[in-house]
């Protein structure tokens, strides 16, 4: 989906808006990393460019049929939408899946009579552009734009809109890394719950009725049980179990080889039933016990150095199904149990031969030395991971930085003075881009006092120019007015000015997230003493007084009602405050509930 875009910037007649609209929407694309939100944007810019009204935005994932976005369908149309393409054999949006490339169909009267045809002559639909998208996870999906009249669409209209579903396709990818990186960060935090555990007591009981309650929690699961395998009778015994139905299997004792649990003791090695009516080595006995009904089974067995010493098991996950990550996630709260159990074991032991105590002392001391090299082994983990991801999110980079220098190739003729803008537009969302993905690298490997600021003598009205910019589009998008109230002249102070623009972008991106359509977000400058301030206002939600302190903190969003359908990085107001206090600036905010917030950077007039 790149080739688009390099041809769009290489053709010398193209013109200074569609540049434009390409521009907005991979600002709209770099500024989100939630896949609806991406999709929503883009495809009102892409209406928008063709002027036309009728688009959506649809997904391929198995059997799901998911819409992303969607202008000038009503909900009933989206629903029969969703029934006509559950066999996409031989529809229009197979042909073009197939083809790899973008369909038009300048009349659907001539279109073969399929389920997709039919639907869309049904809402009157003459006209058709069907354009491919490639998500991560081997999700397919189109973006599809529409007529109510027979329509020739040009071959730039069809590049355009081509180049702005690559954008949606980059969109969700990086969308798609940070649920992936959310997940890993997720993972570590069970795996040091349970560590927390282990090290805590030496009751084995406590121990692990705290890693039950760990697994159920993070794997969304209806139950979860471990069993401890007596090796003299070759049985497994339920040990500890969690979920509301399952106290009654406490004590019961199963054959080695016996069920599901039976299969992995004997084989030594974990299994993931999706479906267990389909699977002869179920057994139904314990579902009559605890009368309930069991769909799907994740169980992996519990190993102390190479050797078994029981299963854990989960079944029935709430929401969608098992997953290698659960299952990657299950065998790491597994090995702590296990640790866990060997522990409590070893103390047992310990204080029943006294004479042995030194030598069950030295185990300990190996096993902590164990989890502590775990531990270490899982934060170089952590840093490795976070630099892939920022490696491949720089990817995308590549064919807009490539395209830039493109037009800026004196050989390629001079550019007019709304050409040059347009590509020092591009430079600067870039630059922005790039600024994004460093922060979340930023604060996974480094302090506040290892940043690089470049300072340098710059007038403030600049840096406030530039902050503005950053977020016009983004107060356009949602109806708001976003009000300049300067004091002129503002003074020329030592900064980092890309640094400091981006800090203010983000107040300001912050109070448009927070405040209803038509409210105004302001922001106003005044000078008092000796330094300069820099005040956002806005009229929204406001913060809870509990919550005031940890707004600042990386990866954290307000937990109100109003904002549950807000997401994003939470990097925010911590990169804001990262790079005020690198100028020996303060920042503040204050807020009530239900009348807004005011966020205020207060700057040393001298260097």
């Given at each position: 989906?790149?080739?688009?875009?390099?041809?769009?910037?290489?053709?010398?007649?193209?013109?200074?808006?569609?540049?434009?609209?390409?521009?907005?929407?991979?600002?709209?694309?770099?500024?989100?990393?939630?896949?609806?939100?991406?999709?929503?944007?883009?495809?009102w810019?892409?209406?928008?460019?063709?002027?036309?009204?009728?688009?959506?935005?649809?997904?391929?994932?198995?059997?799901?049929?998911?819409?992303?976005a969607?202008?000038?369908?009503s909900?009933?149309?989206?629903?029969e939408?969703?029934?006509?393409?559950?066999?996409?054999?031989?529809?229009?949006?197979?042909?073009?899946?197939?083809?790899g490339?973008?369909?038009?169909?300048?009349?659907?009267?001539?279109?073969?009579?399929?389920?997709?045809?039919?639907f869309?002559?049904?809402?009157?639909?003459r006209?058709?552009?069907?354009?491919?998208?490639?998500?991560?996870?081997?999700v397919?999906g189109?973006?599809?734009?529409?007529?109510?009249?027979?329509?020739?669409?040009q071959?730039?209209?069809?590049?355009?809109?081509?180049?702005?579903?690559?954008?949606?396709s980059?969109?969700?990818?990086?969308?798609?890394?940070?649920?992936?990186?959310?997940?890993q960060?997720?993972?570590?935090e069970s795996?040091t719950?349970?560590?927390?555990a282990?090290?805590?007591?030496l009751?084995s009981?406590?121990?692990?009725?705290?890693?039950?309650?760990?697994?159920?929690?993070?794997l969304?699961?209806e139950?979860?049980?471990?069993?401890?395998?007596?090796?003299?009778?070759?049985?497994?015994?339920?040990?500890?179990?969690?979920?509301?139905?399952s106290?009654?299997?406490?004590g019961v004792?199963?054959?080695?080889?016996?069920?599901?649990v039976?299969?992995?003791?004997q084989?030594?090695?974990?299994?993931?039933?999706?479906?267990?009516?389909?699977?002869?080595?179920?057994?139904?006995?314990?579902?009559?016990?605890?009368?309930?009904?069991?769909?799907?089974?994740?169980c992996?067995?519990?190993?102390?150095?190479?050797?078994?010493?029981?299963?854990?098991?989960v079944?029935?996950?709430?929401?969608?199904?098992?997953?290698v990550?659960?299952?990657?996630?299950?065998?790491?709260?597994a090995?702590?149990?296990?640790?866990?159990?060997?522990?409590?074991?070893l103390?047992?032991?310990?204080?029943?031969?006294?004479?042995?105590?030194?030598l069950?002392?030295?185990?300990?001391?190996?096993?902590?030395?164990?989890?502590?090299?775990q531990?270490e082994a899982?934060?170089?983990?952590?840093?490795?991971?976070?630099?892939v991801?920022?490696?491949?999110?720089?990817?995308?980079?590549t064919?807009i930085?490539?395209?830039?220098?493109?037009?800026?190739?004196?050989?390629?003729?001079?550019?007019?003075?709304?050409?040059?803008?347009?590509?020092?537009?591009?430079d600067?969302?870039?630059?922005?881009?790039?600024?994004?993905?460093?922060?979340l690298?930023t604060f996974?490997?480094?302090?506040?006092?290892?940043?690089t600021?470049?300072?340098?003598?710059?007038?403030?009205?600049?840096?406030?120019?530039?902050?503005?910019?950053?977020?016009?589009?983004?107060?356009?998008?949602?109806?708001l007015?976003?009000?300049?109230?300067r004091?002129?002249?503002?003074p020329?102070?030592?900064?980092?000015?890309?640094?400091?623009s981006?800090?203010?972008?983000?107040?300001?991106?912050?109070?448009?997230?927070?405040?209803?359509?038509?409210?105004?977000?302001?922001?106003?400058?005044?000078?008092?003493?000796?330094d300069?301030?820099?005040?956002?206002?806005?009229?929204?939600c406001?913060?809870?007084?509990?919550?005031?302190?940890?707004?600042?903190?990386?990866?954290?969003?307000?937990?109100?009602?109003?904002?549950?359908?807000?997401e994003?990085?939470?990097?925010?107001?911590?990169?804001a405050?990262?790079?005020v206090?690198a100028?020996?600036?303060?920042?503040?905010?204050?807020?009530?509930?239900?009348?807004?917030?005011?966020?205020?950077?207060?700057?040393?007039?001298?260097?």
């Open positions: 989906m790149k080739e688009p875009l390099a041809r769009l910037s290489n053709e010398s007649d193209i013109s200074s808006e569609r540049m434009h609209v390409l521009l907005t929407v991979a600002t709209a694309v770099s500024r989100s990393l939630d896949p609806q939100e991406v999709a929503e944007a883009a495809l810019l892409a209406l928008d460019a063709v002027d036309l009204k009728i688009g959506m935005v649809l997904l391929l994932h198995g059997e799901q049929r998911i819409i992303l969607s202008q000038g369908f909900l009933d149309h989206l629903h939408m969703q029934s006509a393409t559950l066999d996409l054999r031989g529809t229009l949006i197979d042909q073009t899946l197939e083809a490339q973008p369909k038009v169909f300048s009349d659907l009267r001539l279109v073969s009579d399929d389920a997709v045809a039919r869309f002559r049904r809402v009157q639909l006209s058709l552009v069907c354009l491919p998208l490639r998500a991560p996870g081997n397919l189109v973006m599809l734009i529409g007529c109510r009249r027979q329509r020739l669409f071959i730039g209209d069809v590049d355009l809109l081509q180049a702005i579903a690559g954008q949606i980059t969109g969700l990818r990086n969308a798609w890394l940070f649920s992936q990186s959310q997940r960060l997720e993972e570590l795996v719950e349970a560590a927390r282990v090290v805590s007591s009751d009981n406590q121990i692990l009725a705290r890693i039950m309650e760990e697994v159920i929690a993070r969304d699961t139950a979860a049980a471990l069993l401890l395998l007596d090796s003299v009778r070759q049985e497994l015994k339920f040990a500890a179990v969690a979920g509301p139905k106290a009654g299997l406490k004792r199963l054959k080695v080889g016996q069920g599901v039976g299969w992995v003791a084989h030594n090695q974990p299994l993931l039933v999706p479906d267990v009516a389909r699977d002869e080595r179920f057994y139904k006995g314990l579902d009559r016990k605890t009368a309930t009904i069991t769909r799907s089974i994740l992996v067995p519990l190993r102390v150095r190479g050797r078994l010493i029981g299963v854990m098991e079944i029935n996950k709430r929401r969608g199904q098992f997953s990550a659960d299952q990657r996630l299950l065998e790491s709260l090995a702590f149990a296990a640790v866990a159990i060997e522990n409590a074991r103390y047992e032991e310990a204080n029943r031969q006294i004479q042995q105590a030194t069950y002392a030295r185990d300990l001391s190996d096993t902590y030395l164990r989890e502590r090299q531990r899982l934060d170089r983990l952590r840093h490795s991971f976070l630099n991801v920022g490696h491949e999110l720089k990817t995308p980079l064919v930085l490539q395209g830039l220098e493109a037009i800026k190739n004196p050989q390629r003729g001079p550019l007019n003075a709304e050409q040059t803008e347009i590509v020092e537009m591009l600067r969302q870039s630059s922005y881009l790039k600024r994004l993905i460093d922060g690298i996974a490997t480094f302090s506040a006092r290892q940043g600021m470049q300072f340098e003598a710059v007038p403030f009205e600049t840096v406030l120019d530039d902050a503005l910019a950053l977020s016009r589009f983004k107060a356009a998008r949602k109806n007015a976003l009000e300049d109230r004091q002129v002249p503002l020329i102070l030592s900064l980092d000015r890309e640094q400091m981006e800090a203010i972008a983000h107040l300001i991106d912050n109070a448009i997230k927070f405040s209803p359509q038509g409210s105004p977000v302001v922001v106003q400058t005044e000078t008092e003493g000796d300069l301030v820099v005040r956002v206002i806005d009229r929204g406001g913060i809870p007084a509990d919550q005031i302190d940890g707004i600042w903190d990386s990866f954290t969003q307000m937990n109100t009602t109003l904002e549950r359908g807000l994003g990085l939470g990097l925010g107001l911590a990169i405050r990262y790079i206090e100028h020996e600036g303060i920042i503040t905010v204050e807020s009530q509930l239900g009348k807004g917030s005011t966020f205020t950077i207060r700057l040393p007039r001298t260097p």
